[in-house]
């Protein structure tokens, strides 16, 4: 099955029993990848210097995704290919490099060869230009979405919410790229796109929340240090799992002495153990207003709201009392809930009182069910939608089968042709590791990483965050994203923006310039 970045879909239930915790390790996708750094020393890896110029590149190396896979030896080498950009009437002239950089634990001499795209625009002070880094989630997704989705130099136009399935796509210039406030960088995690453990390690051992986000600093840092950034302004942009990811990251940059400028949680699960559909003793609470976003899309919401800001305000306010309160004695010993309680969740959603009388705590997967009958919704944009038992939803997940072929096809091509890279490896979009993932970390069976975001905070008070989540999100919802962001207290440094679309914001036209507009301002504050 075709996979996009995301959370792992779980259903657990904590237990303190140590057998009950193994099981519920492996059921959230734990017990199989490293963990972190060992503290043991291995052999540092061999790194040729680098290679690159004003040329192509047919790299001679065959990659893997597979978890015992690494690589002998790496090669820092890239192609490079010159181009331009026409932004708001003004011409950008730009370099695409794309290759490979060692990222190295200089503690352990821990290796991985990351493939990576670099965007940098000519002619820039890099000591006052922003340097980006984007990457996907999954785990076990490449940077494909974000790199030909969102604000790269070029993107894929798509039809997002309608359920037609896109064709052969080609990248166009971006009218929304981010190349005129910074420069772009896509990083594929180990085992996804052509990036591989370098020997002795191997791929499996980089797949767990502590031991990824450490190859990902010290991608970043070989990355600043290989091309005169050190003095750049750095901000990290990760997508879904991408989040947590950066929380982790940025807490370890900044205790390595890196100075991350800001970051932003594009769609973001910074807590597991509060989305109940993860933990499944948990309250649904911050799904609740997206499920009466997409109610009120399908015009169920009664009565029709007149102003869907204030509707949605309603709904939190809402969610964060009454249905807190009626879900926690659901919960806690099974109180069926008061008639008015599942009465107003159906006049807020759309779906009926008795389903909310039978299971108070209902979760995402039940309403993309049941909300319509006869057809599925879909779990990274809700609007998107086709009959049960056609092709649109073989894959479990329209939204994601309208776009993932086209993407797919379209990111292979643009590598070698565009961008002048080949290998006779194919580029791996999805690796399904979710279940050889250590999900673990700070004592938790899954990642709770608000705390590093705090500690990275602290480390730097003037690193400015903003959260970025879609009102029709079934996988990640805006609300909760919220609440757990409320965990680190009043900050002004921290802005939260929410739009009209899913998962995968940037597919939407409209959300998407939406979304350009802020990120221009976000840029527009860092070091203030």
């Known amino acids: 099955m075709a996979r996009h970045p995301s959370l792992a879909r779980t259903s657990i239930r904590p237990t303190a029993a140590a057998a009950a915790l193994a099981i519920l390790l492996t059921g959230c996708g734990g017990g199989g990848g490293g963990a972190g750094n060992s503290g043991t020393t291995t052999t540092p890896p061999v790194v040729t210097p680098p290679i690159s110029g004003d040329s192509a590149l047919a ?11 690494s690589l002998a030896s790496a090669t820092e080498s890239a192609a490079i290919v010159k181009s ?50 984007f990457y996907n989630g999954g785990p076990g997704s490449a940077s494909m979405w974000l790199h030909l989705g969102s604000f790269g130099p070029k993107r894929i136009q798509t039809q997002i919410p309608s359920n037609a399935i896109l064709g052969a796509a080609t990248p166009a210039d971006n009218a929304e ?34 031991a990824d986000a450490a190859a990902f600093r010290d991608f970043v840092q070989r990355y600043v240090t290989a091309n005169n950034r050190l003095q750049s302004p750095k901000v990290l942009f990760g997508e879904s799992y991408g989040a947590p990811r950066t929380g982790v990251m940025a807490s370890l940059l900044e205790t390595a002495g890196t100075r991350v400028s800001g970051v932003v949680l594009h769609s973001a699960i910074m807590d597991y153990n509060s989305n109940c559909s993860v933990l499944n003793n948990r309250s649904c609470e911050g799904y609740i207003p997206t499920y009466a976003a997409t109610g009120n899309y399908y015009k169920l919401a009664n009565p029709a709201p007149s102003d869907v800001t204030s509707f949605l305000q309603e709904v939190r306010s809402y969610s964060a009392t009454t249905y807190r309160d009626a879900a926690g004695r659901w919960l806690s010993a099974n109180t069926l809930p008061q008639p008015t309680v599942a009465q107003q969740l159906f006049k807020y959603t759309g779906i009926p009182a008795a389903s909310w009388q039978t299971n108070l705590n209902y979760g995402p997967d039940a309403f993309a069910r049941e909300l319509l009958p006869g057809q599925l919704l879909g779990r990274y944009d809700a609007r998107v939608s086709g009959a049960v038992g056609s092709a649109l939803t073989a894959d479990g997940d329209p939204s994601l089968t309208v776009v993932n072929n086209a993407f797919t096809n379209a990111i292979r091509s643009y590598i070698g042709t565009t961008l002048k890279y080949t290998t006779a490896s194919t580029y791996l979009t999805f690796n399904d590791i979710i279940g050889t993932w250590t999900f673990a970390h700070d004592g938790k069976p899954v990642p709770d990483t608000i705390p590093d975001l705090a500690a990275a905070i602290s480390l730097n008070p003037a690193m400015k965050v903003l959260a970025q989540s879609g009102y029709h999100d079934l996988a990640t919802p805006f609300y909760q994203t919220e609440l757990d962001l409320q965990r680190l207290g009043a900050n002004a440094n921290i802005t939260v923006r929410n739009y009209a679309s899913g998962h ?25």
Request: hydrophobic fraction near 35%; proline fraction near 4%.
């Open 59 to 69: 790299d001679p190396v065959v990659y893997s995704g597979n978890p015992t896979a």
């Open 84 to 133: 331009t950009l026409v932004l708001n009437g003004q011409s950008i002239a730009y370099t695409a490099t794309t290759g490979h950089l060692t990222g190295t634990d200089t503690r352990t001499g821990r290796a991985a060869s990351f493939f990576y795209v670099a965007y940098t625009a000519d002619g820039k002070d890099p000591g006052t230009r922003p340097v980006t880094f």
């Open 177 to 210: 790229s981010l190349l005129d406030v910074s420069d772009l960088v896509f990083v594929d995690a180990v085992g996804t796109g052509y990036s591989e453990a370098i020997s002795p390690a191997r791929n499996r051992d980089f797949w767990g929340v502590d």
């Open 504 to 528: 995968m914001i940037y597919l939407d036209d409209t959300a998407r310039r939406a979304q350009k507009a802020d990120l221009v301002q976000f840029y527009s504050s860092l070091g203030k």
